[in-house]
C-alpha cells in the first residue's frame, strides 16, 4: 500500500485556478486594470504571510480571560512562521450571522488589515464557512480564517508517522467540505440555460464535493486498518500484564521530557506546540524491581477542534485505556488552572474521566518564589512539584507510582507444574521473581504477582516456604 499523501496546509498559497481572486488584492489593482493579476506576485505573497489577530471577548467573560486566549492564539500563529502584524479584542454581545462581528468592528478590522498590509485575519473562534465567504467578499480580499485551522495546520506540520498523517488529512477533509463554495465564488456569474440550468460553479463543486467524500471514505479505510494494528499492538502488551500508566495534558507542558528522564527515552521534547502527535510506550523499571509501561500522548488546547478530537480517537484510545494516568501541568504558566481544566474535560470527552489521576506540577526549576509554590499545590491537592530538568520532585514520584503498582500486586507463592512451562515464562516476564527454585514437582516461586495475572495464577498457590 502506498504511503499517504501529507497533507498541506491552509495557509499555504494554492495554485491558480481561473479568475480565482488572491488572499489580498493590493490598491492599485482595479477591474479596469490592463495587467493580469499574479497570485504569484512577491507583494502579494507577502500580504498572505502578515496576519491581523482578533481575539472575542463574550459576555461573561473578563478582559483578562479573552487576552490570555488572543496570546495563546499568538503563540500558535507564531508556530506557523506567519508574521504578526497587529491584534485586537472585539467585545462581543452577540454574534453576528455575516462576519461574526458586527460591521461597523468587521469595516474597522479590514482597515487595521489594509494599513499593515496584511491579508490574513485570524479569529480566536469558530467561523462558519458563510462567514469566511463573506469576509473575503466584502474586504476585497482579505482570507479570514479561525482558531481551528491554524492548529489544523500546526497538525499538518507536525504529522510524520503514517498514522498522524492519516489522522490530520481526515480532519482537514471533513474541515474543507462546507467550505467548497467559498473556492468556486469567481464562477458565480458563469449562469447559462433557463431556469433549470445550473452554473458552472455548483456543478464544479458538487464535483469536487464527490471527490472530497470518496477521499475521506478512502482515509477511513486506511486509518480503520492503522486501529486494528495498534489494538494488535496493545493486545501484545497486555499479554505482559504490566500496569499501564498514560500521560496526558496541555501542550508544551513537558509530557515528552518526562517520558525521556523516567525511562531513558529518546522522545522528540521541544519547546513548541503539539511536538508530539504519535504515542510512544516505554518500559518504566520502578527501583523495587517492578515495572510500568509508561505512554506519552498528545498534548490539548482550549477550544481543541472537535474534528481533531475525533480524528485522534485511535491516538487518544492509549489514555482510555491505561490503569492511571500522569496529568502534567505546566507550574510555571499563569494559566495553569485552565489548562488543567480543558485537560480534564477532553479527558472526559474521550470516556477516560473515570480513569485514576496522579498530577504532577512539572518545571518547578522556573517558579522559585516559595510563596507562588504553596500557592499552586494549595491549588492541585495532591500534586508533585517536580522538574524534568532537575529532577527535582522525580524521587517521591516514583514512591507514588511504586504505590500504584504495588495496590495491583499481590505476594504468592507458586509451586508450577513442569508441564506449566508456559506459565513460568509469563510470570518471569510479567511479575517480579523474587526467587525460583526446582523441586521434584515443579518450579517454587516467590513472586509479586499484578493484578492481571492473579487469576492465571491461583490454582498453583502453594505455602510459603518454611
Same mark, same amino acid.
Given at each position: 500500500?502506498?504511503?499517504?499523501? #501529507? ?20 490598491? *492599485? ?82 482597515? =487595521?488589515?489594509?494599513?499593515?498590509? !496584511?491579508? =490574513? ?13 463573506? +469576509? ?36 482537514? =477533509?471533513?474541515?474543507? &467540505? ?5 473556492? +468556486?465564488? *469567481? ?73 525521556? #528522564? ?31 509501561? &509508561? ?6 488546547? #482550549?477550544?481543541?477542534? *472537535? ?31 485552565? *489548562?488543567?481544566?480543558?485537560? =480534564? ?10 480513569r485514576p489521576v496522579i498530577t504532577v506540577l512539572n518545571k518547578a526549576d522556573l517558579l522559585a518564589d516559595e510563596a507562588e509554590r504553596a500557592e499552586a499545590l494549595a491549588a492541585h491537592p495532591d500534586a508533585f512539584l517536580i522538574s524534568t530538568k532537575t529532577g527535582e520532585g522525580l524521587p517521591a514520584l516514583l514512591e507514588m507510582?511504586?504505590? !500504584? ?51 492465571? !495464577?491461583?490454582? +498453583? ?6
Open positions: 500500500m502506498n504511503p499517504p499523501a #501529507r497533507p498541506t496546509s491552509s495557509l499555504a498559497p494554492a495554485a491558480p485556478t481561473a479568475k480565482i481572486h488572491p488572499l489580498s488584492v493590493p490598491s *492599485h489593482v482595479s477591474d479596469s486594470d490592463p495587467k493580469p493579476f499574479d497570485p504569484y506576485d512577491p507583494e502579494v505573497l507577502a500580504r498572505a504571510n502578515r496576519a491581523i489577530l482578533v481575539g472575542l471577548q463574550r459576555q461573561g467573560e473578563t478582559a483578562q480571560e479573552a487576552q490570555s486566549l488572543l496570546a495563546e492564539l499568538h503563540e500558535l500563529v507564531g508556530n506557523l512562521g506567519v508574521e504578526i502584524r497587529g491584534s485586537l479584542i472585539a467585545k462581543l454581545r452577540e454574534e453576528s450571522p455575516r462576519h461574526l462581528v458586527g460591521s461597523g468592528k468587521m469595516e474597522e478590522i479590514a482597515a =487595521l488589515a489594509r494599513a499593515k498590509e !496584511c491579508g =490574513l485575519v485570524i479569529f480566536d473562534d469558530e467561523l462558519t464557512p458563510a462567514q469566511q465567504r463573506n +469576509w473575503e467578499k466584502d474586504s476585497n480580499g482579505l482570507k479570514a480564517i479561525d482558531r481551528q485551522e491554524v492548529i489544523l495546520d500546526i497538525f499538518v506540520s507536525r504529522a510524520k508517522t503514517r498514522e498522524a498523517v492519516l489522522q490530520v488529512e481526515l480532519a482537514q =477533509l471533513e474541515q474543507m &467540505l462546507p467550505r467548497l463554495k467559498r473556492l +468556486w465564488s *469567481h464562477l458565480d456569474r458563469q449562469r447559462g440555460g433557463g431556469a433549470m440550468q445550473r452554473d458552472a460553479g455548483e456543478t464544479q463543486m458538487e464535483m469536487d464535493q464527490r471527490k472530497i467524500r470518496d477521499k475521506i471514505a478512502k482515509v477511513r479505510r486506511e486509518l480503520a486498518s492503522v486501529v486494528a494494528q495498534r489494538a494488535t499492538q496493545r493486545k501484545q502488551r497486555q499479554r505482559v500484564p504490566l500496569p499501564t500508566l498514560s500521560i496526558v495534558g496541555y501542550t508544551n507542558a513537558g509530557k515528552s521530557s518526562l517520558l525521556n #528522564r523516567l525511562t531513558g527515552a529518546d522522545v522528540l521534547a521541544a519547546n513548541q506546540l503539539f511536538a508530539t502527535l504519535d504515542p510512544t510506550t516505554r518500559r518504566l523499571e520502578l527501583p523495587s524491581g517492578r515495572a510500568l509501561l &509508561l505512554t506519552d500522548t498528545v498534548g490539548f488546547v #482550549r477550544r481543541l477542534p *472537535h474534528r481533531l478530537v475525533e480524528a485522534f480517537k485511535a491516538t487518544l484510545e492509549e489514555a482510555i485505556q491505561a490503569d492511571f494516568l500522569l496529568h502534567v501541568v505546566d507550574l510555571s504558566s499563569p494559566e495553569r488552572m485552565k *489548562h488543567a481544566e480543558t485537560t =480534564l474535560q477532553v479527558l472526559q470527552e474521550i470516556g477516560a474521566g473515570d507510582l511504586e504505590k !500504584c503498582a504495588a495496590d495491583r500486586d499481590h505476594r504468592m507463592t507458586l509451586l508450577i507444574p513442569h508441564d506449566q512451562y508456559p506459565l513460568l515464562g509469563k510470570i518471569h516476564s510479567g511479575a517480579t521473581v523474587l526467587s525460583a527454585k526446582a523441586e521434584d514437582t515443579g518450579t517454587r516461586v516467590e513472586a509479586i504477582i499484578p493484578e492481571r495475572l492473579r487469576a492465571l !495464577c491461583l490454582p +498453583w498457590a502453594a505455602p510459603a516456604s518454611p
